[in-house]
Nanobody, 124 residues
Framework: QVQLVESGGGLVQAGESLRLSCLAS????????MGWFRQAPGKEREFVGT????????TYADSVKGRFTISRDNAKNTMYLQMNSLKPEDTAVYYC?????????????????WGQGTQVTVSS
């Protein structure tokens, strides 16, 4: 199993930036694809972005393309989400997840382990 802990959330104004971190412990972090999801009040959890084990492949939801960037440092067992030009509609609890195998990279069902989430609030 892999245990995941998110950090870096907070309260910022529209247009500002945050960087979220996801620290993993347990087995073979470097062999897992990773993803970020978010859940806003009154809405279902939605896909934000994903990164493969080597960091050479990434994909993002249309709502965050050009503003958010996923990266990972396998030596530190950490995945990052750099969020720029934040908007009030980005307000949500952000979750990281890991994926051991399979081809479903953009849905909740495709992932095996989840963190507890970190709150991001963007004021206007």
């Amino acid at each position: 199993q892999v245990q995941l802990v998110e950090s870096g959330g907070g309260l910022v104004q529209a247009g500002e930036s945050l960087r979220l971190s996801c620290l993993a412990s347990g087995r073979t972090f470097s062999n897992y694809a990773m993803g970020w999801f978010r859940q806003a009040p009154g809405k279902e959890r939605e896909f934000v972005g994903t990164i493969n084990w080597s960091g050479t492949y990434k994909t993002y939801a249309d709502s965050v393309k050009g503003r958010f960037t996923i990266s990972r440092d396998n030596a530190k067992n950490t995945m990052y989400l750099q969020m720029n030009s934040l908007k009030p509609e980005d307000t949500a609890v952000y979750y990281c997840a890991c994926k051991r195998s399979g081809s479903d990279y953009t849905t909740i069902a495709g992932y095996d382990n989840w963190g507890q989430g970190t709150q991001v609030t963007v004021s206007s």
